[in-house]
């Protein structure tokens, strides 16, 4: 028998480490990481401020891999002394950036252990938190990676510094290779770039606005970076920076750094100079090279603009070199041609154009307009500029009551598709608006809305086709109303319009194009039509390469916005506008070649538009007046009566002059397509804004009985009957007729002698030539397209 080894209750000791041999294990494990800290320590090298000062160029191609600009210098840094930085700057930074800098080992542990933790878990990362552990990240020019292994490299290098260099030394490399923004690297030339002086010649106010960068330029400087992130406007920027610059100050006060003496001689934000282009980016080239900036910093998840500006990058651009002077030669023809600010100095000064042409297919950008010259006109006028559309927002409007429909005045969840030809809406001058369901709108202040036509014309009930043709505003304003105009706002977004280009308050003029969107965007949104109902996102950039390889590739993402029937039926009324002899747009006509396309003027003759398209190109261009001295307050969109020796300026006139004679040369070697026949909506009839609903009359012999369908069986063909003169008898679709918005239009005049425009804050004034009058009154011009 085996004698088994009796079972010992205490035998899961053996399985336990002694505490000795834990012991030895830990301190082991520290000396390993000490020994590794120590090589590491050794190992790195102190950043030397001269080497991380250099620079490569970014070169930018057109479309057809020709080069098309080489941004050399874009960094703009020269380096200075600590006896050169003003006492006050250091102060700033201090105040507003690092408080415990002068006692302080150059790290925050609590900050890195929050930056690592952060990264280990894959959430974004996080910059050093004291300015030595800033300077080195600056500094660290070749590597930029928001890597683990980049972090502790930047830890090691902050300790190393921060023990063998004094603090004036790590201040004055900080503020030497910091970024101000407008490429300026370093203290001396964001003295030069925003003040014209020397860093040695700042004042106190002038320092604190510099920290204030810090923070980000894009965000922070009053001349607006909106290439980058439409959010940072002028306006945002200048408050943003202002209340930051206050607020530095004031903590130099509580810091002991400022007398409040000193602090009370600055009240006012100091003044900053404009900016100024790179000699090299002379006529459209800088407005290019912008453009293809941000759609590169906006795609590369990682890129700044401080990194681009560094260099190295080889940026392929969506740009075709023929039709960038195209469109350039057609704008200076109208400028040289009809533009005249000597002989009509009140008329003609100020006079600007700008504009984008968008492939339908792809999204790609192919040219833009943004000014007469990138280095004196800094503002990027394909860009967003407030220029109002006006009525070439109408489309959106179509499109949504053929997406969403009209919803029923008792039970707004039940909707109807409308049909563009067989509905009939009011066309009506100073038309009352109601809502949806029946009730008169009102403003905040309870006046009523009356909406105008374009040099006061009444048209009484007509097509929703007939209406566009025209530019009739009464039809439109009034099916935005039975739509709702969220559904409207989300159609045009769906388009390819920012939102945020868009006005928040749901008011009746919304309909109307009270909104700025930019060229570019206008062109973009056209181009969902031309591509059937398929949106591209608008781009400029096609591949960036660095060092020789391929580190971007732009990738297409196609979305179906609307269906190939709302987009072949929107295309097909836009079509009568440019074909129809009454269209608003017949002048953009170019024989040979299918164009759809509408005309937009806005209130006060402040801007005017056209955009349209073909199957190849969708094109967008404006016209308005606006003053380039960004230093004059309270500057704002002048009326442009008399410009170019016109009585007025009409998105009919210069705006579809530039148009055709630009898409007449940039069509030129492309097949002429056709657009496709509109489809079957499977839409209604519907009646609105007190347009009565037909019935037809019966009589004893049955076959002579008009049709008693509200809605045919079959859509008319494209090319619809006209609105009914006033008088004649019309037929089952379009009953008797009455001129001048006689009886149809009720008793919706409204009292006379109110006010024309809306007096309330919280509702924004309409400034469309094409918004109406509240309470009836109004007797301002208004232009037609």
């Known amino acids: 028998m085996i004698d088994y080894p009796r079972h010992d209750k205490y035998g899961w000791r053996r399985w336990v480490p002694s505490w000795k041999l834990v012991t030895g294990t830990f301190l082991g494990f520290v000396a390993l990481l000490m020994g590794g800290a120590t090589i590491a320590y050794s190992q790195v090298v102190i950043p030397k401020v001269d080497e991380a000062a250099t620079a490569q160029n970014n070169v930018y191609y057109?479309?057809?891999?020709?080069?098309?600009?080489?941004?050399?210098?874009?960094?703009?840094?020269?380096?200075?002394?600590?006896?050169?930085?003003?006492?006050?700057?250091?102060?700033?930074?201090?105040?507003?950036?690092?408080?415990?800098?002068?006692?302080?080992?150059?790290?925050?542990?609590?900050?890195?252990?929050?930056?690592?933790?952060?990264?280990?878990?894959?959430?974004?990362?996080?910059?050093?938190?004291?300015?030595?552990?800033?300077?080195?990240?600056?500094?660290l020019l070749n590597d930029q990676s928001q890597t683990l292994s980049r972090k502790v490299k930047e830890l090691f290098i902050s300790i190393?510094?921060?023990?063998?260099?004094?603090?004036?030394?790590?201040?004055?490399?900080?503020?030497?290779?910091?970024?101000?923004?407008?490429?300026?690297?370093?203290?001396?030339?964001?003295?030069?770039?925003?003040?014209?002086?020397?860093?040695?010649?700042?004042?106190?106010s002038e320092c604190a606005f510099l920290a204030s960068l810090l923070k980000g330029a894009t965000y922070y400087d009053p001349a607006g970076s909106t290439e980058i992130d439409p959010r940072a406007t002028p306006q945002a920027n200048l408050g943003r920076a202002t209340e930051r610059w206050e607020w530095i100050l004031d903590e130099m006060v509580k810091d002991g750094h400022l007398e409040p003496t000193e602090r009370a001689k600055y009240p006012t934000f100091p003044k900053v100079q404009p900016p100024k282009k790179n000699a090299q980016l002379t006529g459209q080239i800088g407005y290019l090279v912008s453009t293809a900036k941000a759609n590169f910093v906006n795609n590369y998840p990682g890129m700044d603009e401080k990194k681009l500006a560094e260099g190295g990058f080889e940026i392929h651009t969506t740009f075709d070199k023929k039709k960038v002077k195209a469109l350039e030669d057609s704008i200076k023809k109208v400028y040289d041609e009809h533009i005249d600010p000597k002989k009509r100095p009140k008329e003609d000064t100020h006079v600007q154009f700008g504009g984008a042409s968008v492939d339908p297919k792809t999204g790609a950008i192919v040219a833009i307009y943004g000014g007469a010259d990138a280095t004196k006109h800094f503002t990027n006028n394909a860009d967003q500029t407030g220029a109002q559309v006006g009525s070439t927002f109408k489309p959106f409007v179509l499109a949504a009551a053929m997406q969403y429909g009209v919803r029923d005045p008792r039970d707004p969840s039940i909707r109807t598709i409308v049909d563009p030809n067989k509905s009939r809406y009011n066309g009506k001058n100073k038309l009352r608006i109601k809502n949806y369901d029946g009730t008169v709108w009102h403003n905040e202040n309870g006046e009523e809305w009356l909406q105008v036509n374009d040099d006061d014309a009444s048209y009484g009930p007509m097509s929703l086709r007939e209406a566009m043709i025209r530019s009739a505003n009464s039809p439109y304003v009034q099916l935005g109303m039975d739509i709702g105009i969220d559904e409207v706002r989300q159609t045009a977004v769906k388009a390819g319009l920012r939102e945020g280009s868009l006005v928040k308050a749901n008011v009746p003029s919304f309909s109307l194009g009270i909104s700025d969107p930019s060229a570019i965007r206008m062109a973009g949104a056209y181009a969902t039509f031309a591509n059937n109902g398929e949106r591209n996102e608008p781009f400029s950039v096609k591949e960036v390469k660095e060092k020789g390889q391929v580190i971007y590739k732009h990738e297409a993402k196609t979305e179906q916005a609307f269906s190939s029937a709302i987009a072949s039926n929107v295309t097909d009324v836009l079509r009568d506008v440019v074909e129809d002899p009454k269209g608003t747009g017949r002048k953009a006509a170019i024989p040979g070649r299918d164009v759809a396309g509408k005309t937009g003027t806005t209130d006060g003759n402040n801007s005017a538009w056209f955009v349209g398209y073909t199957p190849n190109l969708s094109t967008a261009i404006d016209m308005y007046r606006f003053d380039d001295d960004e230093t004059k307050k309270g500057r704002k969109f002048l009326s442009m009566f008399g410009t170019g020796a016109q009585p007025k300026i009409h998105g009919s006139s210069f705006p579809s002059q530039i148009w055709k004679d630009y898409m007449t040369d940039a069509l030129k070697g492309m097949k002429a397509e056709s657009f496709p026949e509109p489809e079957d909506l499977d839409a209604e009839a519907v009646f609105g804004g007190g347009a009565p609903s037909p019935t037809p009359t019966p009589t004893e012999t049955p076959s002579q009985t008009p049709s008693a369908t509200v809605t045919p069986s079959q859509t008319p063909s494209r090319t619809p009957s006209s609105t009914p003169d006033p008088g004649k008898t019309c037929d089952v679709w379009d009953w008797p007729c009455e001129g001048n918005g006689g009886q149809n239009g009720g008793n919706d005049g409204g009292p006379s002698g109110t006010p024309s425009t809306p007096t309330t804050p919280t509702t924004p004034t309409p400034t469309d030539t094409e918004t109406g009058r509240p309470n009836g009154g109004g007797n301002g011009w208004l232009g037609s397209d």
């Open 62 to 139: 057109w479309s057809d891999g020709s080069q098309m600009a080489a941004t050399g210098g874009e960094v703009n840094r020269q380096l200075v002394g600590i006896a050169e930085i003003p006492t006050a700057m250091q102060n700033a930074v201090i105040s507003a950036e690092n408080k415990t800098f002068e006692e302080d080992s150059g790290i925050d542990p609590m900050g890195i252990a929050r930056a690592v933790w952060n990264m280990a878990k894959g959430g974004q990362t996080q910059g050093g938190s004291t300015i030595t552990q800033q300077y080195v990240k600056n500094s």
């Open 160 to 204: 190393k510094v921060g023990t063998e260099m004094d603090k004036p030394e790590i201040m004055e490399g900080y503020l030497n290779t910091a970024y101000y923004g407008r490429g300026a690297y370093g203290i001396q030339a964001a003295a030069r770039t925003y003040f014209g002086k020397d860093s040695s010649k700042l004042n106190p």
